[in-house]
Every structure is written in C-alpha cells, then in structure tokens.
C-alpha cells in the first residue's frame, strides 16, 4: 500500500464490468463524483457499488473522460516508475524483428493500445515525436521524454499537443523542441521499398500515417493488369505511389484539397523515379460528385466519356477522361470524431462510397477506410450494404484489414479498433426491372 491519502470514487453499476474488464476509460456519468474537489492529475480509486476497491487511475476535473484507469490493481501507485515501466514494455515489442528497419518509421507507443492511455511516441528514422493526448499526464511527460533520449540518442524529440486534444483537455497547444534539432529541410525514411521525404514540423499528425504501412502494399496483388487507380484523399501520396512503383502497368490518379501534400506527393514521386502517377487538387465528395454528375446514370457502369484537356501522363488522361476506374481507395480524414457525429459521419460515409461505386468499371476493386474510432466494424458494414443496395451493385468484402501491427488493438478498448481498411469487389448493375 502507498502512504499518501487517494481519493475513492464509487463508480455505478453500468461501468463496473467495463472496468473489470479493462477499459482504460471511465466516462463522467459512469462516477458518483465525491463532494470535495480533486485536482487535476491526481491518483483515484475506484471502488465497485460494494465499496470493494477495482482499479486505480488519474482523474480529469472537467474532462468528459473523468478517469483514465492504468491499472486493475488498487494498490499500485501510478508514479515515474510505473510510468516508466509500462514505457519499456511498449518499447520492448517495436524491438521485434517486424521493426528493426532503423531507416523506416515505427509508432512506439499506441495509447489504449499499450495500455498508457493518452501517449502515443512515434520514430521517423533517428527523430521522436511524443504526441500527448491526455492532461493527466503532463508530469510525467518530462521524465518520459529523458528516457526516450537516453535509450535513443535521436537526433531530436518533439513534444506535440494539438489544438482538438487541447481544448478537450483543457491544456495548451503544444509543438516544441525538447532535444537536439529538426531539420528544416524533410527527412527520409523509407517505407515499402520507397524513399520518402517527410516534413516532420508541418505534416499531419506527428509527421506521417503510419498507421496504412501495411495496407498501402496489400493492394496491388488485387489490380487486374494495366488498371486504372484512383485514391481519393491522397494525402502525400502514400496509397498512390506505392500502387504505381510497385506496378508498373496501372496508371494512378491522386487527389487532395492540399496543395502542400499533394507538392510532396509530386516531389516523392521525382524522387523514386516513379512516372505512372500523378496528381489533382479536389474536394473528395464534390470532385467524385461532378464526375458521376458527367454520367447520364450514376448506377450505369459505363460511364460516358468526356474530352478533357490536361497536361498529364497520357496513361492516367485516358483513365480520367472516361472516370471510370478499375480500383478506387477512399482514405478519408476522420468524419466522427465524437458520438453526437455518428449519424453524420455514416451518411457522409455513404454518400462518399456511393460516389465511388458509380465510378468503378464491373469486377473493380474499391479500397475503403475509416479512421473514425466512434464508428465500429459493423457500422461500417452495414453502410456498405446500403451503397450495394442504392447502386444496385454487389459487394464483395475480400479482406477486412486494420492498422499496421505497431498499432496494437487492446481488447478490452473496442475504441482502439480504429482503423477500418475494406478490400472488396464491386459487381456489375443488376435491373430492378421486371420482365
């Protein structure tokens, strides 16, 4: 037992299993709140209905996550040491031969995933970024990051908190140098076979997704010969280029609202010496909308061809002009970022994948993601069934995927089942038509 006095919180009957369970959350609604205040940050017990202690954690004033449990023993103190423990266990597995690639990018730690709620550390090649989540963890960020330099040595660490995760948490955004230097210029890791630049000060999240590694590579053993690709919200390319630099035969079409991704995308594009690509800026819903608007009949799978005038390589013109595609990936941002945007989200989700079943030849592939950990496996299934049976088009699941195995799923935390990656076959029109 520690010496110091923790505060007990009695929790209701409805999170008591959840948290046996080991879920990492404890919502406000699910806590009888104690009439004295508790501090931000400070050690809590939970105790069941019963009064019998369950699991000790880190208590949130005001957050809608009150609790964030770290451990089901009631006894352990959450301090440094633990802190740092639970660290090298995550450190231990991105040990694995799987991660031994030290020119390639790693997620070091994942949050719910290894089981330190709020963290997430990524490795760019020799660079770290510590990517904070939770308010409750600000004290021991410091010592967190002294243990990365000294088991590390990077060339430099960057602690990140973003504006969303600042203003639920009620801290300040973050972006700064803790150790060494960041290069100005992009740095390179290489990922897939492919050398990619990366801009670690202005990129997305701490610098690139890695999250799709292992997804971006999956796809080509599904393309039929010389096919036609799009990928939809592209970003920097990461769908895009590993497509067309591992087969050579397809032209590949990329599109993005960012012209500071797409620049990249270009650039890495030079820089691999891959010519069987190229890339648009578009709006993901409104530029599929105009082509399927180009087509007397959305749900016609031949689509009618339109004279386009465009500089581009004359593989992905032919592609574009007729818009239809043998293989379209939709990786879109996040559309549910809470549970009051579900609804939204899914019909967003619907309408986006609708677009792009009315643009895929018969037998075509569609790549379809979602990073939105509020919307489940079986959400996400039951929108597919509703764009097969507006197109009037079957759909085929091939594979349902997840994230590369650095991101690991923790099985009592459905939440940290995130990433959605659907490989399925789109049939041809079916007429509802009596005869």
Partial sequence: MVSQEIASIRVHPKAHSAILGGHPWVIRDSLTIPPEPIELGSQVMLVAPDGKPIARGLYHPTSRIAVRVYSRDARQNLDEAFFLKRLDRALKLRELPLFSDKRGAVRLVFSEGDSLSGLIIDRYGSHLVVQQTAAVLTPFIPRIIDHLQQRYSPESIRWMVDEGVAKLEGIDM????????????????????????????????????????????????????????????????????????????????????????????????????????NFQEGDFIKTLQSWNSINSDVCDAAATSVETESNTNPAVLAASAKYEFDCIILDPPKLAGSRDSIDRAMRAYHRLNYLAVGLLKPGGILVTCSCSGRVSHEDFQWMLRGVARQSRRSIQILERRGPAPDHPVNAACPESDYLKCYICCVGEVESSRLV
Wanted: hydrophobic share 40%.
């Fill in 174 to 277: 973050k972006n700064v140098l803790v150790h060494g230097v960041v290069p100005e210029s992009p740095i390179s890791i290489v990922e897939n076979g492919l050398d990619w630049h990366l801009d670690l000060i202005s990129g997305q999240k701490t610098g690139y997704y890695l999250d799709q590694r292992d997804n971006r590579a999956a796809i080509a053993k599904w393309l039929p010969p010389n096919a036609s690709v799009l990928d939809v919200c592209c970003y920097e390319g990461g769908f895009a280029l590993t497509i067309a630099a591992h087969r050579h035969d397809c032209s590949v079409l990329g599109i993005d609202a960012s012209l500071r991704a797409l620049a990249a995308a270009e650039e890495n594009a030079k820089r691999n010496q891959i010519t069987n690509v």
